[in-house]
C-alpha cells in the first residue's frame, strides 16, 4: 500500500528534471537565441540541445540564392562562448567565428543555392579533473528576400 | 531489497526504470557516436562522408514559411484552388494525417499570408489549429495567437511572425515530448506540400528560364536531407512509409543534374555579410519535370485524402 504511493512520487522526480532541462531549452532559444535575429525573419524551425563542454553538433541545412540569411547560436551563461564552423558540399570551412571574435550571429547569401554543413562545439573551459559544464545551446536561422 | 521486488511491484519498479531511461536519452537529444554513421538510401552525397561524431544531427528542412518565400519570390501567382481545403479538417482523425497536414496547412497558410489573403489567413490558421490541438500539442497555436492575427490581419510580417512562432512551439513541443518521429512527420508534410504547390504553379509554356523551375531544382539538395531526417526515425510506420514514397521523389530528382564550382566566401563590408560566391550548372527536362510533378502530386493527395 505503501509502494503504491512511493513509486508515482518516484517516477515524477526522475521524469521531472528531464522534461524541465527540455522546456528551458525551448525558453532559452525563445528567449535568448531569437531575439538575435533582428530583421530576419525567423523560419520556425527549432534546434536546440543540452552539450557539455567539449562536446559538438552539427546541422545540415539547404540555402537559396534568392534570400539573406543570418545565423543566430546562443549557449548558456553557464558555458564558455560557443564556437561554429560552417563547411560546403566539399568539406571546405567558409567561415569560423573563431575568426571573428566568437560571434553569436553571421549574416550571408548565397550566389547560388547551397547545401551547408554547421559545426557547432562547446570548447573547453573548466580545469582538468573538474566536471565539464553543460548547458542549452540553441541555433537559429533567419532570412529575408534580397 | 527481494522485499521491494515482490511480485506485485515488480512490473511498475521496471516501467519506471524503463521510463527513466527513455527520458535520459531524450534529454538534450543525446546520440550514440554509433548512430552518427548516417546512410543516405541509393544516395551519396559528399557533404555526409565527413561527419564527425557529433552529440546532436539536425537534418533541417525549408520551413512551410521558407518555402512560401521561395514560392513568391520566383515570381508565381497565388492560386486558391490548389491549398489543401479547409473543410477536409474533418477526415484527418489519425495522428499520421494530423501531423501530415499541419505542415501541408501550415504551408497553405504561409502562401496565403504572402498574397494578402485574409479570410484564408484566418481559415487556414484554424486548420492548424485543429490539427496541432488534435495531436495534443498544448498552446501551439492559442487563442491569443488567433486574436493578434485578425489585428493584424493585413501586416504581413506580423502575421510571418505569427506563423514562425507557431510552427516553432509545435516542433519544439513534439522534440521536448519525445516525439521526434511526429516532429519529422509535421517537416515532411509541410515539404511535400511547398514541392506540390510550386510544381503546379509552373506555366510550361514558359519552361526554360523559369525562376520557379529554378527553385524546384533546388529541392534536390534538400531530397537527402529529409532522407537522413527520417531515417533517423526509421521504425515508426509512418515514418518508414513515408522513406519509401521520398526516395520516388529522390528516384526522379537523381535524372536532374545540378552542379556547383567551388564556394568562394567573400566578405562584403558594405552589407557586413560574407558573400558565398559559386556558380551552378542546373538541367531538368519538361519530361522529367512532369515525372516529378506526377510522383509529387500522387504522394501529397494520398496525404490529404
Known sequence: MRSARIIPLIIITLLLPALSVNGQCKAFAKKICLPELGSYTHDGNYHAAVLNEGEEAELFKTFYSDMEYRLSVAGEENLPPVEFTVYDADSNVLYSNKENGLAGTWDFRLESSQQLRFSIRVPTASQQGSTPAGGCVAIMFGFRIK | ?305
Open chain 2, 1 to 305: 531489497m527481494n522485499k521491494l521486488f515482490n511480485k506485485g511491484i515488480r512490473l511498475p519498479v521496471l516501467l519506471l526504470i524503463t521510463a527513466a531511461l527513455l527520458a535520459g536519452c531524450k534529454q538534450g537529444g543525446k546520440r550514440s557516436k554509433d548512430e552518427g554513421a548516417v546512410s543516405i538510401p541509393g544516395g551519396s552525397a559528399a557533404i555526409y562522408d565527413d561527419i564527425k561524431q557529433a552529440e546532436r544531427i539536425f537534418y533541417t528542412l525549408p520551413s512551410p514559411l521558407e518555402s512560401a518565400m521561395l514560392i513568391k519570390s520566383a515570381g508565381a501567382v497565388f492560386n486558391e484552388g490548389l491549398l489543401n481545403p479547409v473543410e477536409n479538417t474533418r477526415n484527418y482523425l489519425t495522428n499520421r494525417s494530423r501531423a501530415l497536414n499541419l505542415g501541408i496547412y501550415t504551408c497553405d497558410l504561409s502562401f496565403a499570408s504572402l498574397y494578402d489573403q485574409t479570410q484564408l489567413i484566418i481559415d487556414y490558421m484554424n486548420a492548424a489549429k485543429a490539427m496541432a490541438d488534435g495531436l495534443g500539442i498544448l498552446d501551439a497555436i492559442a487563442d491569443a495567437d488567433l486574436d493578434r492575427l485578425e489585428e493584424n490581419i493585413h501586416d504581413t510580417e506580423t502575421i510571418m511572425d505569427i506563423i514562425s512562432q507557431t510552427y516553432l512551439n509545435s516542433s519544439s513541443y513534439l522534440e521536448d515530448n519525445g516525439q521526434p518521429a511526429m516532429a519529422a512527420i509535421i517537416l515532411a508534410g509541410g515539404w511535400i506540400e511547398g514541392l506540390y504547390l510550386s510544381t503546379q504553379l509552373v506555366d510550361m509554356n514558359n519552361f526554360r528560364g523559369n525562376r520557379l523551375v529554378g527553385r524546384i531544382v533546388d529541392q534536390k539538395l534538400s531530397v537527402d536531407i529529409l532522407l537522413n531526417l527520417l531515417n533517423d526515425n526509421k521504425g515508426h510506420p509512418v515514418i518508414d512509409e513515408l522513406i519509401l514514397q521520398v526516395a520516388k521523389i529522390k528516384k526522379v530528382f537523381d535524372k536532374v543534374t545540378l552542379t556547383t564550382s567551388q564556394v568562394q566566401p567573400e566578405y562584403d563590408q558594405a552589407a557586413d555579410a560574407t558573400v558565398l560566391k559559386s556558380e551552378t550548372d542546373a538541367d531538368i527536362t519538361p519530361e522529367v519535370f512532369r515525372e516529378l510533378s506526377s510522383v509529387v502530386t500522387e504522394i501529397r493527395n494520398s496525404f490529404i485524402k
